[in-house]
C-alpha cells in the first residue's frame, strides 16, 4: 500500500504577523471571521492562532455576545 503524503501550507496567527497587542470586542468584522455560520468559536487548529491570542479571542467573542454584538446561536 503507497502512502502519500499531504504537504499544508503551515498556518500562522494573524494577530502575531499583524503585531496587534490587544484584541478588541468591539470589533466584530475581525471576530465573525473566527466563529462558525453557527455560532461556534473556531479550534486553534482551524484558525492558526497561537493559545495566547486564542484565549483573548474567546474572551474577546464572549464578551461581543454578552452585550449582543455577536449572536449566540444563528437559526
Known sequence: ?????RFQKKKFCK??????AFIDYKDIKTLRTFITERGKIL??????????????LTTAIKRARNIALLPFMER
Open 43 to 56: 479550534s486553534r487548529k482551524m484558525t492558526g492562532t497561537c493559545s495566547v491570542h486564542q484565549r483573548e
Open 15 to 20: 494577530f502575531c504577523a499583524d503585531k496587534i
Open 1 to 5: 500500500m503507497i502512502q502519500t503524503k
